[in-house]
């Protein structure tokens, strides 16, 4: 990936890493003042304080517990790299997908908890009967998107289910603006919070009702679903470009991805690719 690829200001192993290891003094750190060394110190300086007098040292301050370090070896450059790997050999051949997959700390996204599972090729919950979904599927979903007939420039991208963010920071990666929907206000602001600290400047987080789209933003070059209705609304047919592409699960029980491509004003093709199992998608907000 080129740096003319990359979206993110600082690199996200300065981020996540390297934030994220404590500072420890060597054996050449200078002594820190207590308030035991302040009273004597004050003591000596003045001179004159008698011994039926002791000076009170000044009651110590409470000092906060430090922040939880969401760094572990299970979450490493080296298990991000083997999910990517396990990924590949599932059959996404984008190197752009691919780079992005592995640039994107998944484990920012999950809870502390469950920061060592966060790697795994599964989805996994993440509050309000939402799930976070597998690397595979957010890395295959965005290759089918890709391999449009542009070459796969994709200038503006529409998602439906911000869930937590994650996959809109792998958007960001591969398109030049990201749009994305939420329904649930919780999830709305979990996705804020957890992709401020990237500091990712061209993705727009709307809170709404994903399946009426955003049409003030509209036209898109491409437009994912993270989550399954038993059609594809017809207000995002209608907010796609013409030569966009827009990938989703469809089905109730049996779920399959479908390619939906726009090829004229008035025309899409429609593609079955693989099953799959998704939330399922729901008007309005809550």
Not at 129 to 145: F, G, L
Not at 215 to 241: K, R, W
Request: include cysteine.
């Amino acid at each position: 990936m080129t740096s003319r690829d990359k979206r993110f200001p600082l690199t996200l192993s300065s981020v996540v890493e390297k934030s994220a290891t404590p500072v420890r003094p060597g054996p050449a750190s200078p002594k820190v003042a207590t308030p035991q060394t302040a009273t004597q110190n004050a003591a000596r300086n003045v001179g004159q304080v008698r011994k039926s007098q002791p000076v009170a040292a000044p009651a110590p301050r409470p000092v906060p517990p430090p922040a939880p370090s969401r760094d572990t070896p299970l979450v490493s450059d080296a298990v991000r790299g083997a999910m990517v790997a396990r990924v590949a050999k599932q059959g996404v051949k984008d190197s752009k997908v691919l780079a992005a997959l592995e640039a994107v700390p998944r484990h920012l996204f999950v809870e502390p908890a469950m920061a060592s599972q966060a790697y795994i090729d599964a989805s996994l919950p993440i509050g309000h009967h939402q799930t976070i979904s597998q690397p595979y599927i957010v890395a295959r979903m965005i290759e089918v998107m890709r391999a449009n007939s542009n070459g796969g420039t994709l200038d503006k991208v529409l998602e439906i289910g911000t869930g937590c963010g994650y996959q809109a920071a792998v958007l960001s990666l591969v398109a030049k603006e990201v749009y994305s929907i939420e329904r649930i206000k919780p999830l709305h602001e979990l996705a804020k919070s957890n992709l401020r600290p990237l500091r990712i400047a061209n993705i727009r987080l709307q809170y709404g009702d994903g399946m009426l789209g955003l049409p003030q933003a509209a036209p898109f070059d491409g437009i994912i679903l993270a989550a399954a209705g038993l059609e594809v609304p017809h207000a995002l047919l209608e907010q796609l470009s013409i030569g966009g592409r827009l990938v989703a699960p469809v089905g109730a029980r049996h779920q399959v991805l479908q390619l939906i491509e726009r090829v004229g004003k008035f025309e899409w093709t429609n593609t079955t690719l693989e099953d799959c199992h998704f939330v399922p998608l729901r008007p309005g907000v809550v």
